[in-house]
């Protein structure tokens, strides 16, 4: 044999090799997709609320494993800051409020971030949707933190059409300012998005992609086809958009997954779907029978609609998990199926081994938010805590719009249009020394506050709160800064001004 002939040959020879390998590490990395609905109630899906509309969601979810006991933050950006970092809020600065479009506030740059993470063991990572995790300068972006690409906007809400947030415009692709999708619903442009990224997608190379939709936070928009054909039974004018909303979340989600269908790329996927935090209330979100709302720490507020799904990674698929698990759980979870590890010292643990064997959760404990700064609303401190069954509640769950402590229980607006009102004085606000102590197990709609019955139980939970709080770090809440004012960008929400 000739010596070219023999080059060729073992050309050839590695080619197979390469080509070989890199089936493998496809093969043995699931691709990854994260689906974050926001402001989606536990009460908003058709498993739960069968006036809603959620066939894909309900499928999926009855598919694979419903997650009955999966905790997030009150509000979206802690809960945001938890996924991507695996970190309390209340050891990352993130643990006040939300961040707003003018604060120089932001996911610590030290932190190693879920994408990052997923890149160095191979993954092609993508963005799409919100980012609300600071944008005050180039480096706290989702390109500059580890995603290969994004488009989506970073503040917290916005017009579903206009991608207006107040007085600036915020829309981008990567780093540019997108206006070629100004007037489209959001969610036709993420769905759009996510499906061109699944098509362009090289399958020899394992995928993670994020996706977190608008839908379904407020402003109530949606167009009109999605109330007339899917909640036209509900009179209740709002809840009907809301049920509207969530059904073309649900679509989007249809055409995502029929693409991954199509592509062969969901026969080695996992899917995780959750919430960020619990309905609003106020703005037809719903949690029934739990208690609270959006913006609280009780169990309406926190214990977040969620499944995972996947063909072939689950031995116990068709079942509801309901082992404890909270929103840091995701970073390491995912590093798990992956085949790798997180970074050392963050809050959250695996539950990768529970989910795909159905063995008890590896977690036992969690805080669901500790504060301690007041501001004309909230006292200096408050604070949630969760060891096994019992909750110990530290001063007032929290605060909605207009001060407004959402401490009731919030029955679903009924189809006639009827919706019972809760009297909110019914219900004394704590004051911030106040405790207040709940077996979750034995009372999951928080009824019976029972300190009083167990003395014990309740100095062991205010001993550990204790100790937790010795963990928490200042919150970042700044004031506003004129800096970011979107004058100075061309109407646009810009970052470069910390």
Excluded at 193 to 206: D, E, F, K, M
Excluded at 362 to 380: C, H, L, T
Aim: one cysteine or more; aromatic letters at 12%; hydrophobic letters at 35%.
């Amino acid at each position: 044999m000739s010596g070219k002939m023999m080059s060729s040959l073992l050309a050839a020879m590695l080619m197979v090799v390469v080509l070989s390998f890199s089936g493998v590490i496809a093969a043995d990395k699931p691709h990854i997709l994260f689906i974050v609905a926001d402001d989606l109630g536990w009460n908003d899906v058709d498993w739960r609320d069968p006036n809603m509309h959620t066939p894909t969601l309900s499928r999926m979810a009855r598919q694979g494993i419903i997650l009955n006991s999966s905790y997030v933050q009150p509000l979206c950006s802690p809960s945001r800051s938890a996924f991507m970092s695996g970190y309390f809020p209340f050891h990352t600065g993130l643990q006040h409020g939300v961040i707003m479009p003018e604060q120089k506030a932001y996911l610590p740059a030290n932190l190693t971030t879920l994408p990052q993470s997923l890149k160095d063991l191979g993954y092609a990572t993508h963005a799409v949707g919100k980012w609300h995790l600071g944008f005050c300068n180039w480096k706290y972006t989702p390109t500059f933190r580890g995603f290969d690409s994004f488009l989506g906007y970073y503040n917290a809400a916005e017009d579903y059409y206009t991608h207006m947030a107040g007085r600036g415009y915020d829309f981008r692709q990567d780093t540019a300012v997108d206006k070629d999708d100004a007037g489209k619903y959001s969610a036709y442009t993420f769905a759009e998005r996510a499906q061109v990224l699944i098509g362009q997608h090289n399958t020899s190379q394992p995928l993670f992609l994020y996706l977190a939709f608008q839908s379904v936070h407020g402003p109530l928009e949606v167009p009109a086809v999605y109330e007339n054909v899917f909640c036209g039974h509900i009179q209740n004018e709002t809840r009907r958009t809301k049920c509207g909303m969530v059904a073309i979340l649900d679509e989007a989600i249809a055409n995502i997954t029929g693409h991954l269908e199509d592509t062969g790329l969901i026969d080695n996927m996992l899917i995780v779907f959750t919430t960020d935090n619990g309905g609003p209330v106020w703005d037809a979100g719903n949690n029934w029978p739990l208690r609270g709302a959006k913006a609280t720490m009780w169990e309406g507020g926190t214990r977040g609609t969620a499944f995972v799904y996947s063909k072939n990674l689950f031995q116990n698929k068709g079942t509801v998990h309901k082992g404890m698990m909270h929103a840091v759980d995701w970073f390491p979870t995912m590093m798990t199926a992956a085949g790798g590890s997180p970074p050392p010292g963050i809050d959250g643990v695996s539950q990768w081994e529970s989910l795909t064997t159905g063995s008890p959760s590896p977690r036992s404990e969690f805080v669901y938010n500790m504060d301690a700064i007041e501001d004309g609303q909230k006292p200096a401190f408050h604070a949630a805590i969760r060891s096994g069954d019992w909750k110990l509640m530290q001063g007032p769950a929290g605060m909605g719009p207009a001060g407004i402590p959402y401490n009731g229980w919030y029955p679903v607006p009924g189809v006639d249009g009827e919706q019972e009102e809760f009297d909110e004085s019914a219900v004394e606000d704590p004051g911030p020394d106040d405790y207040q102590l709940f077996n979750i197990k034995e009372d999951p709609t928080e009824h019976h506050d029972v300190k009083d019955k167990y003395p014990d139980v309740l100095a062991k939970m205010k001993a550990r709160l204790a100790e937790w709080r010795q963990t928490m770090v200042p919150a970042n809440f700044p004031e506003n800064d004129p800096a970011a004012n979107p004058e100075h960008y061309g109407g646009t929400w810009t970052p470069g001004w910390c």
